[in-house]
């Protein structure tokens, strides 16, 4: 059993470690820059943009801190399929482009799935390409799906060994929960994924040294399902609205009954959230490097862009 020393909780600061890693990529950025490339991210909405431009606006203002251009182009809700596929061919062509997102929900005559895998994957800063999800199973793990990495390296900031480690992962999506599994089997933790058809979840997530849950129901995971000094990483966004008729952004796993039972504990707002967006600025470094290296193999000298 490898649980926190004693069982007083510590808060895993997710603004804290998202202002580190931008230093972080701001230096390496700089150096970058001085060679002659200027990493540049566009993002893709379609249609509405009201349920993304909270999300999109914090991208855009991190990606200025981390020394990144941030584009937005919005395409209108009756774009076809077409059309918006020789729009990303035009991206993946265009080498001033160096990082392509998908603004999340599109309207439903797009597939969502095919548009990711239209993003090339050299320029795939969300990791959401097969290639990106296929390359984590080979534990080439530097462009790894956001919201999955923030997850772990939040993990990794407890100083808990991880080798060995029991973990409980609630949730298994394609984006989330399994790539978290993938990442965490590579960093040698014994893996446990629970999902809607797990019989007893309080039986996994009680053994579990820690506990990713990525559900979106809150209130999931309260405090007597959870070890004492276990680190607990709150990945859920749910919008509720208080008995006062407010509305409040909380997490899937019930803060208040579990904060005193946990070693470390994710807040939500303020934990994982700003962490992803850190660690897609940080993929858009790695793939602004990656594409300069493949350039630089395919064609013997520096790319001027
Ligand atoms: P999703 O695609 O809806 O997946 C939810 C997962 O939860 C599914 O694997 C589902 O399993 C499982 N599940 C449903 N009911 C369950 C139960 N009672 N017990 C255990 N597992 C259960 O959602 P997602 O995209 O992974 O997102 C999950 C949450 O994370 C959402 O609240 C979302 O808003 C949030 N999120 C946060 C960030 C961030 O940056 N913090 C980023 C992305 C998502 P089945 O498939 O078997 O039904």
């Known amino acids: 059993m490898q649980v926190a020393a004693t069982h007083e909780h510590k808060d895993l600061n997710g603004r804290a470690v998202a202002d580190q890693i931008l230093a972080d990529i701001h230096d390496q950025m700089e150096s970058l820059k001085s060679h002659g490339w200027k990493p540049k991210l566009i993002s893709i909405t379609v249609g509405d943009t009201s349920a993304v431009e909270v999300y999109v606006r914090n991208q855009k203002r991190t990606a200025e801190r981390a020394g990144i251009a941030f584009e937005e182009r919005n395409f209108s809700a009756d774009v076809s399929d077409t059309e918006l596929h020789a729009a990303l061919a035009a991206m993946n062509a265009d080498p001033s482009v ?19 895998s239209a993003v090339h994957p050299l320029k795939d800063v969300e990791g959401m390409h097969p290639a990106s999800i296929g390359n984590i ?54 893996v446990t994924v629970c999902h809607h058809m797990t019989r007893n979840l309080a039986v996994h997530s009680r053994q579990a040294d820690a506990v990713f849950v990525a559900v979106g129901k809150p209130g999931l995971i309260t405090g007597d399902m959870i070890k004492p000094g276990a680190a607990v990483i709150d990945i859920g966004i749910n919008q509720i609205q208080t008995e006062s008729g407010e509305a409040r952004i909380v997490g899937d796993v019930d803060y208040h009954s579990c904060r005193p039972i946990a070693g470390w504990i994710t807040p939500v707002p303020g934990g994982v959230g700003p962490v992803t967006v850190a660690t897609l600025m940080r993929n858009t470094l790695v793939a602004a490097r990656r594409q300069r290296q493949h350039y630089e193999a395919e064609f013997g000298k520096p790319m001027a862009v």
């Open 98 to 116: 160096t990082g392509i997102i998908i603004q999340r929900p599109v309207p439903s005559h797009l597939a969502i799935k095919k548009l990711q």
């Open 137 to 190: 199973v080979y534990n080439q793990l530097d462009l790894a799906p956001c919201t999955a990495a923030a997850s772990v390296e939040l993990l990794k900031r407890t100083g808990l060994r991880l080798q060995g480690l029991e973990v409980t992962v609630v949730g298994h999506s394609e984006i989330v929960g399994k790539p978290i599994a993938f990442l965490l089997m590579s960093e040698g933790c014994t």
